[in-house]
């Protein structure tokens, strides 16, 4: 249970993340040092709700 709620919190970081990588992107001058973090930020979340899954399904 509380697996699965970690899970869909780190999804919608995960979504937002998404969104502010967009927005940061669409920018006329974006920060590319921004853009940069929140790409790994993203990415380290990604990861997480993987390692989370597949702990769940074994």
Do not use: C, F, Y
């Not at 967009?22 to 940069?36: F, I, M, N, Q, T």
């Amino acid at each position: 249970m509380h697996t699965d709620a970690r899970v869909v919190s780190l999804q919608e970081k995960h979504l937002r993340l998404d969104r502010a990588i967009l927005d940061e992107e669409k920018r006329s001058w974006p920060d590319e040092g921004a853009v940069k973090r929140l790409k790994l930020e993203k990415l380290h979340i990604k990861e997480e709700i993987d390692r989370l899954t597949k702990s769940r399904i074994n």
